[in-house]
């Protein structure tokens, strides 16, 4: 009866026909090998599982309870109960075998296992209406029958009759509340996860995202509401049975407060929207680092169309900083924390001190020490680094300096696809290739050198290390000093390419175009 079974999330049991309490006193040492079971065990406590039994014969109810057992009732066919049991396990009388695992069952219908021996003849032979509708139960919910001979040769009671073995296991109901219901009555609700892929465009995510908080907060409200209407009626003499559904402040608990619960949904779909791809897609991860910082103040922000396009205007004002931040800070990572050479390791050259190594631009290859495929599932998890988060970077980056179309495929996409195929090498993304090693490096050719040259000049402006004069005057009208720092960066004849396409290399970038 116990051999192939999982007892994992098995806490409730009953055993009715319990006898002497055979079958349980068999379970208990696999109920504490099973991890999950030291439910009810303090310092000092032994184990206790919580096991009922029901038995008939007044001798034996004197058995299990002297051997500590709960008896709960007498005849299992008589029983009634609200409690939930996750296993029913039995061996009931053969004679009217049938009733007791009809009525197992039906005590099951919401969801918990059934193991009983039958008598063979009551599943091969379903001669009377029990029979039938057991053996219809059994059908319906794919239970394991096993026959087998001669298992009581050596019982108290031997018997040489063929026995059925049943091994049932009844999934939890869809339950949903009156509340639910009547709700989705009126509202045309799909509820979308955080980080779920979706096909939306942002405009159908944002107005969706808000359709589910307003189904939340008027679930949650109303069951509330619902509860406090209820309070008289639960009401004993030693107080209210609270049901964990007070809330705690200062170390009391006080009853449920509509105006906590909706700061707590407000919050969570703050998050939420700032996890989704839809609404955040452009922003690098710095800013979304301070969309995520700011969840606590929006908590007593309602989440609607007005306030979503207020923290909208304030993150695009942002944008451009946050973005030309992360250019500074990708810039000083890879033209020399992870520069393809070496010996380029310091960056610290400004224009009146500058040195003639290549430390201060980004080259075609670069090298970032990780293990892209060994990374969390949740992309937008802070706490755990993510090398997507750094590539991702990268990509908005070049999106924000470039006035060519922007990738149909994102960074996050590319990996995802190469990571199922367990692609390694030469994986394309729209901006460099990617190559990956198991020492732990990911190696990066940029594709579009032009692009990386208006990176490499927006990076050393920024940072101070060229003339004050570049870009603005011709290489021949230049002092000595500022040539000689245009020869170490680039060269005049690059640099003359420069002053040709200074509309592209020189000028004031765009906002993203989703943040227009």
């Known amino acids: 009866m116990l051999s192939g079974i999982s007892l994992t999330g098995v806490y409730s049991i009953l055993e009715p026909s319990a006898g002497k309490g055979d079958i349980v006193d068999a379970l208990i040492p696999k109920l504490k090998a099973t991890s999950g079971h030291s439910y009810g065990c303090g310092y000092g406590e032994t184990y206790r599982p919580d096991i009922d039994t029901i038995e008939i014969n007044p001798d034996l ?110 999934p939890d109901a869809d339950k949903e509340s009156i509340i639910i219901s009547s709700l989705k009555k009126v509202n045309d609700v799909r509820i979308i996860q955080p980080g779920e892929p979706t096909d939306l465009t942002e405009a159908d995510y944002v107005k969706a995202t808000i359709t589910q908080f307003r189904f939340e907060a008027q679930a949650g409200l109303q069951l509330i509401r619902d509860y406090k209407s209820m309070m008289p009626y639960l009401a004993l003499s030693k107080g209210i049975i609270t049901l964990d559904f007070y809330t705690e402040n200062n170390g009391r608990n006080y009853p449920p407060n509509e105006n906590e619960y909706l700061r707590r949904v407000r919050a969570k779909y703050w998050d939420t929207l700032f996890l989704s791809k839809q609404f955040t897609k452009q922003f690098t991860s710095n800013l979304l680092k301070i969309c995520h910082t700011d969840v606590e103040r929006l908590k007593d922000y309602d989440f609607n169309e007005f306030n979503i396009g207020e923290i909208r205007i304030n993150l695009i004002n942002k944008l451009t900083k946050a973005t030309e931040d992360t250019i500074i800070k990708l810039f000083d990572e890879l033209s020399n924390e992870h520069h393809w050479f070496d010996e380029m390791s310091k960056n610290i050259h400004y224009f009146n001190g500058w040195k003639t190594n290549k430390a201060w631009i980004v080259g ?45 495929e994102t960074i996050y996409e590319v990996i995802d696809r190469a990571q199922k195929t367990r692609q390694t090498r030469n994986i394309e993304s729209h901006y460099f290739t990617i190559t990956c090693y198991k020492k732990g490096t990911v190696h990066l050719t940029f594709k579009d050198e032009e692009l990386l040259k208006k990176f490499n000049i927006f990076g050393a402006q920024h940072k101070g290390w060229l003339p004050p004069s570049y870009g603005k005057v011709v290489y021949d009208n230049m002092e000595r000093d500022e040539r000689e720092v245009v020869d170490s960066f680039e060269g005049e004849e690059s640099y003359t390419e420069t002053m040709n396409n200074a509309g592209y290399y020189l000028s004031g970038v765009e906002l993203l175009d989703a943040a227009k």
């Not at 680094?385 to 149909?408: A, G, Q």
């Open 364 to 408: 075609k290859k670069v090298i970032i020490p990780c293990h892209l495929y060994d990374v969390i599932e949740d992309l937008h998890y802070y706490g755990t680094y993510d090398p997507r988060f750094e590539l991702s970077d990268i990509e908005k980056t070049l999106n924000y300096l470039s006035n060519k179309p922007k990738p149909v």
């Open 61 to 170: 109810r004197h058995v299990l309870t002297g051997k500590g057992y709960r008896v709960v009732h007498d005849d299992f066919l008589t029983f009634e109960t609200y409690k939930h049991y996750d296993l029913i396990i039995m061996n009931p009388p053969f004679a009217s075998g049938e009733k007791h695992l009809e009525k197992a069952l039906e005590l099951q219908k919401d969801g918990g296992a059934v193991i009983c021996i039958l008598n063979a003849e009551t599943i091969r032979n379903p001669n009377n209406l029990t029979r039938v509708r057991v053996n219809g139960m059994l059908d319906q919910y794919g239970a394991s029958i096993e026959y087998l001979s001669d298992e009581f040769r050596q019982a108290e009671r031997k018997t040489w009759v063929e026995i059925a073995l049943i091994k049932v296991s009844i």
